[in-house]
């Protein structure tokens, strides 16, 4: 089975898929340059074997694992601290989306002299970076869903605003991706579909941003089969190989696919990320369908498309909306916002930074701060049928 589901990719960087190829770490870090690696992980896997072995495997490595969910401009700086006292020349940015966006950044700002904040994704802001300054990294991604592994971007909160800010640069991509399904088969069944409906969510809300784009819009509809075909595979057995091995790809499709841009979902899922500390593709999930039905009069159409692409049972905006609904039921996540304990008395200023939120550019209808506020408060809620008014 191995066989199968191994391959060698060029786009949108190069990628080693395959079953075990961890192993090959060395030689990534070789081929992208790197001879003292910093390996940027979570705190929650700095004591796990894949980690040792990593370290064990690389001359010349140190580990900096001080990185938590919805990492800050802290661990971002505690770990050029680390980079620069160990004399690095890269990064292997090893584990789920935090410690991917912490290590790319830390290896992005290693040779800069302007602060983090100068560098966040507004207009060219990206050109007052020094390229030269920017150190390669090598990716291996321990979880199917964020795909920053095959991003240009780090996401990092500002603990002084609670803004969570969008730092990119295009040389900010990853050298070499290693996608090896067996680093995720330990994965939790919540953390499993949390993740995994983020990368969903990616491919949807990419295919529904306006703008002319159909490399992305086949990627995206293709990354939503997968994860239709695979996702409750996955949550179902996580030793599941194959099932576990299309959610790498689809999550790296994902994020290839979301150049093209994104949406409400995630316009609304920031904010709420950085004033409650909520996990990102959790929260996600909970806000889809919420921003579906705000969006429903543009969507028809793609929606139509979406549900004969993956093959549902019932087809329109309302097949392809009742499949989401179920999907979410079977892999058990919580239908508002207050399950997992955000409440609407911070709704003003989410519904504020959701509309500055670059990602809220790419929604299919023009969205304004009192829309997504009221999206926000109806997600919050449980009430669906609340933005179905609102339109
Ligand atoms: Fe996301």
Not at 289 to 295: A, D, E, K, T
Not at 340 to 369: H, L, Q, Y
Request: glycine share 10%; with cysteine; hydrophobic share 50%.
């Amino acid at each position: 089975m191995s066989m199968i589901l191994r391959g060698n990719w060029n786009y949108p960087t190069t990628i080693w898929a395959g079953p075990g190829r961890i192993a090959e770490l060395g030689k990534a870090c070789a081929s992208a340059g790197i001879k003292r690696p910093l390996i940027v992980t979570d705190e929650g896997l700095v004591g796990a074997p894949m980690i040792k072995s990593a370290l064990a495997a690389l001359k010349d490595a140190a580990l900096f694992g001080a990185v938590r969910g919805n990492p800050a401009l802290s661990h971002v700086e505690a770990g050029l601290r680390a980079y620069r006292a160990g004399g690095h020349d890269g990064v292997v940015a090893f584990g789920g989306g935090s410690a991917l966006d912490a290590g790319k950044v830390v290896a992005f700002m290693s040779g800069q002299t302007r602060p983090l904040w100068d560098f966040e994704d507004i207009g060219d802001w990206w050109t007052r970076a020094d390229p030269a300054g920017i150190a390669p990294v090598v990716a291996v991604p321990t979880t199917a869903g964020t795909g920053s592994e095959v991003g240009r971007a780090g996401v990092i909160l500002n603990e002084e605003t609670h803004q969570k800010k969008i730092i990119f640069h295009p040389q900010m991509m990853p050298r070499i991706v290693i996608l090896d399904a067996e680093l995720t088969v330990g994965l939790p069944r919540a953390v499993t579909a949390a993740t995994g409906i983020d990368a969903f969510v990616h491919c949807f809300e990419a295919f529904c941003a306006p703008g002319f784009h159909p490399l992305a819009d086949g990627i995206a509809l293709e990354g939503m089969r997968l994860i239709r075909r695979f996702l409750p595979r996955a949550c179902a057995d996580g030793q599941d190989i194959e099932a576990r091995a299309q959610m790498l790809a689809a999550a790296s499709m994902g994020a290839t696919a979301f150049q093209k841009g994104l949406g409400g979902v995630h316009a609304i899922a920031h904010p709420v990320g950085s004033w409650f500390n909520t996990h990102h593709g959790l929260t996600n999930a909970v806000i889809l369908p919420y921003v579906m039905r705000f969006n429903r009069p543009a969507i028809a159409d793609k929606t139509d498309i979406i549900a004969r692409v993956l093959d549902l049972p019932a087809r329109g905006f309302e097949g392809f909306f009742a499949w989401v609904m179920e999907l979410r039921r079977e892999l058990g996540i919580p239908h508002s916002l207050a399950e997992i304990n955000v409440s609407a008395d911070k709704a003003a200023i989410i519904g504020r930074e959701a509309a500055m939120d670059p990602s809220a550019g790419g929604n299919p209808i023009p969205v304004d701060a009192a829309q997504l506020e009221r999206i926000f408060r109806a997600a919050v809620e449980g009430r669906i049928e609340a933005v179905d008014r609102a339109t």
